[in-house]
């Protein structure tokens, strides 16, 4: 999707609102975002500095409770920039995860669920990935 298309639910996922700081490193430049809303498969970093689509990067999302910030791989699947972002549509880009193989993707999908049960709540976390929580 380019930039010039009509604003729409980008979304590979549905998402809660939540917020977690997102840092990153650009060449020799560190950034500190916010994240307001995680899935499974992805996120979305509000920023005025958005990386350009197909971008790979290793970013540190710091959760509350958790002595160590996640360290996930993303690609940038998607932008808005500053001049078109909106209330609706605020400047950032949307991220894909990235997984090595099958046990990375399993135990990172372990971590969302518990993070989203222990922030919102294990009757909202199963309303948003869709299905019953394993005890």
Known sequence: MSTSDPPRD???GDRLPIELKVEYRRVNTFFADYTKNIS???TFIATDRPLPEGTEFVFALGIPLMGEPLR???RVCWI???EDATKANPAG?????QFADDAERRE?????EKL????????????????KLEE
Do not use: C, N, S
């Open 10 to 12: 980008r979304r590979l």
């Open 40 to 42: 499974r498969g992805g």
């Open 72 to 74: 996930l791989k993303g």
């Open 80 to 82: 808005t920039p500053v």
């Open 93 to 97: 880009m949307g991220i894909e995860f």
């Open 108 to 112: 990172t999908a372990k971590t969302v």
């Open 116 to 131: 989203l049960v222990d922030q919102l709540g294990e009757h909202i976390a199963e309303k948003l990935l869709g299905k």
